[in-house]
Nanobody, 118 residues
Framework: VQLVESGGGLVQPGGSLRLSCAASGFTFSRYGLSWYRQPSGKERELVATITSAGTMTNYADSVKGRFTMSRDNVKNTVHLQMNSLKPEDTAVYYC????????????WGQGTQVTVSS
């Protein structure tokens, strides 16, 4: 099982980044997906979620209107489009997959660093 994030980096305030997470080793379409982030020295927080079919999304209030989560159940990928980035968005971003059939079955990626700074 693998979840591999990519797309992080350094961006100026107001800029955009698109994170991707490529999944393998499990039945992708049977998992709800989430993006979490963890700023340095702080707890991990939920950023966005998407249902297994991709029909519904939810966002943290802090990113609502700026971030968009999507998934491709053919390519086994999930994306987080981040616009109007702010310095407070700086964090390590993690992809997370949770089984909709087996309680407690959860997979995590290794994370990708996003730094918003001028």
């Amino acid at each position: 099982v693998q979840l591999v994030e990519s797309g992080g980096g350094l961006v100026q305030p107001g800029g955009s980044l698109r994170l991707s997470c490529a999944a393998s080793g499990f039945t992708f379409s049977r998992y709800g997906l989430s993006w979490y982030r963890q700023p340095s020295g702080k707890e991990r927080e939920l950023v966005a979620t998407i249902t297994s079919a991709g029909t519904m999304t939810n966002y943290a209030d802090s990113v609502k209107g700026r971030f968009t989560m999507s998934r491709d159940n053919v390519k086994n990928t999930v994306h987080l489009q981040m616009n109007s980035l702010k310095p407070e968005d700086t964090a390590v971003y993690y992809c997370c997959a949770r089984s909709i059939y087996t309680e407690g079955r959860t997979y995590w990626g290794q994370g990708t660093q996003v730094t918003v700074s001028s």
